[in-house]
């Protein structure tokens, strides 16, 4: 690889920031997953820019893009694919469905139903799809980037607790400010630029750099750190059900991929901090009497980032 692994990240970064205006912390986020080898629940109110986003970022990597929009009346075997039988071989045919792609845009995911929903999970696990019993793997890289409105909205289907746990972390974009809004339009009274978005970067470089991520160094305090703010989560008094294993897991991939983002080779707890909410917030399940409180899964994951101390240190940071 001519360039370094994190000039691959920054030069992505910049080309979607050509499209996507004042949204630089959200765009980190997501070059963060795609990095960490993760998937990206993108969510917010209808025309803030999300499937922009998702559609920017496809573009900009050079690789095979396939585009799903759910609605309450999509089948399973519309996401995954389905075999066909062929009167000449005599043989059954799998003809692969749009999830058969490096980069998935899963537009408003939360309007189809959970049946439909659930072709995802052994995609977005184990990265492979199995159609009439038969195992078909799926693409490398392989990112999953959907787009939800929020549950209050007419006709969406909350999605299930392990739906929400394969996403490496959730991203809310938010309204733009005026002279964001302003350059918006100006951007986009002749043409959309997103049609003029030309890839940056490579399958094959952006597979080593997604090699890069995982060499770098997380010491044993940082990962102690990681495991501690996950336990806080489990026993929160006003949480039903904590961050899991995999959230760990995922706190500590995305914090390698920030890290070789800003041009490190180790993770530092900061790194930490600044994914927790994003990472563990959409998994906690918060308790009813909670709810009424107004707490949420944001409000707790920020608390404990104050509270828990970072091992090796006197006072909490």
Same mark, same amino acid.
């Given at each position: ?168 972390? +959730?991203? +809310? ?40 991520? +995982? ?18 989560? +489990? ?83």
């Amino acid at each position: 690889m001519d360039r370094r692994p994190s000039e691959v990240l920054q030069a992505v970064l910049e080309n979607v920031e050509k499209v996507v205006v004042g949204k630089r912390t959200e765009l980190e986020l997501t070059i963060v997953a795609l990095a960490g080898q993760g998937h990206v629940l993108i969510e917010d109110v209808p025309g803030v820019g999300k499937t922009v986003m998702a559609k920017s970022l496809a573009r900009s990597l050079g690789c095979s893009f396939k585009r799903i929009q759910f609605t309450p009346d999509l089948l399973p075997s519309d996401v995954t694919g389905v075999s066909i039988y062929n009167q000449r071989s005599e043989e059954f045919e799998f003809r692969p469905g749009p999830v058969v792609a490096q980069v998935v845009l899963a537009d408003e995911i939360n309007r189809a139903t959970p049946k439909t929903q659930a072709a995802l999970l052994e995609a977005m696990e184990e990265q492979q799809i199995t159609v009439d019993g038969t195992t078909h793997d799926l693409p490398s890289p392989f990112i999953v980037l959907a787009t939800q409105n929020p549950i209050e909205y007419e006709g969406t289907f909350p999605l299930p607790e392990s739906q929400l746990d394969r996403f490496m972390l +959730r991203v +809310r974009l938010g309204y733009p400010k005026r002279d964001e809004e302003m350059s918006i339009l100006e951007r986009q009274q002749h043409v959309h630029p997103v049609e003029s978005l030309e890839p940056v970067t490579s399958e094959a470089e952006l597979l080593e750099v997604q090699k890069a991520v +995982r060499e770098v160094v997380v010491g044993d305090l940082i990962r102690r750190y990681i495991v501690d703010l996950a336990n806080a989560t +489990r026993n929160h008094p006003e949480v039903y059900v904590g961050a899991s294993p995999r959230a760990a897991l995922s706190l500590m991939r995305s914090a390698q991929g920030l890290a070789l983002l800003n041009g490190r080779d180790y993770v530092q707890p900061d790194d930490v901090k600044a994914l927790a909410i994003a990472v563990l917030s959409h998994r906690i399940i918060v308790l009813p009497s909670a709810r009424v409180k107004d707490v949420s899964g944001i409000s707790i994951v920020d608390e404990l980032t104050t509270n828990v101390p970072v091992p090796g240190s006197r006072v909490p940071v």
